[in-house]
């Protein structure tokens, strides 16, 4: 069964410090990994698309990474304001649909 | 440009009623896609509709219906409501409907029903 695992459920930085969001994936043949950020109250955002292992892409303190099992939000010296809900999503080849199937989410919260 | 605009906001219902949600698409989008969102659950896939037609469907009860209309407006309709049905209601336009970085979703209806 397709599924989309994200680690941790919340995390609490302070503000400058690095760190990194997991989204493990299992599908049969990934067409695409998107990376979204939803703000209280609000819908998801777009952020990125990844097609194949080894792909990155990068905006202001953000970067995406892909491998063939897992991909990655890495963010660097963060601010409050990219306190969100980052959610991944996945659209696997097999279907004609083009469904996606979405992780829970990563709450993250930068602290002053 | 104008986003997508759900309405309404907010809602509270009893169990037994029914409600209709609404999305506007952004200008010119064709595809309209509903999900559901609770606490702890990712979204979940409730239909999809293009040029007026259900093209795909998640794994819903029926009484989760939805239509569209000639001017891609779409509307959501949920009849009997249970406890559990209380969730953020969410509503995304795209263009072509098939790509996950093309949508553009709106801020939601919060459904409460007591």
């Known amino acids: 069964e397709d599924q989309v695992t994200q680690s941790p459920e919340a995390l609490r930085l302070q503000e400058g410090e690095s760190s990194s969001l997991n989204c493990s994936y299992t599908?049969?043949?990934?067409?695409?990994l998107f990376w979204y950020r939803q703000d209280p109250g609000k819908g998801p955002e777009f952020l990125f698309t990844l097609y194949s292992a080894g792909e990155e892409k990068e905006k202001e303190r953000l970067k995406a990474t892909l491998t063939k099992k897992e991909s990655f939000l890495h963010i660097t010296a963060p601010k409050p304001e990219d306190s969100a809900t980052y959610l991944c999503?996945?659209?696997?080849?097999?279907?004609?649909?083009?469904?996606?199937?979405w992780g829970a989410g990563t709450k993250l919260i930068i602290k002053p | 440009k104008a986003g997508v605009t759900q309405t309404p906001r907010y809602l509270i219902k009893t169990r037994g009623q029914q409600v209709t949600l609404s999305c506007s698409p952004i200008?010119?989008?064709?595809?309209v896609s509903w999900y559901q969102q609770t606490p702890g659950q990712g979204l979940q896939f409730l239909f999809e509709y293009f040029s007026e037609t259900q093209r795909n469907k998640g794994n819903f009860p029926g009484r989760f219906s939805g239509r569209q209309f000639s001017n891609s407006r779409s509307e959501m309709n949920v009849s009997t409501l249970e406890l559990g049905d209380s969730a953020l209601y969410l509503c995304?336009?795209?263009?072509?409907?098939?790509?996950?970085?093309?949508?553009?979703f709106g801020s939601g209806t919060r459904l409460t029903v007591v």
């Open positions: 995304a336009s795209s263009f072509l409907g098939q790509h996950g970085a093309g949508y553009t």
């Open positions: 599908v049969s043949g990934l067409r695409g």
């Open positions: 999503a996945v659209q696997a080849k097999a279907d004609s649909n083009y469904q996606l199937i």
């Open positions: 200008s010119g989008h064709r595809s």
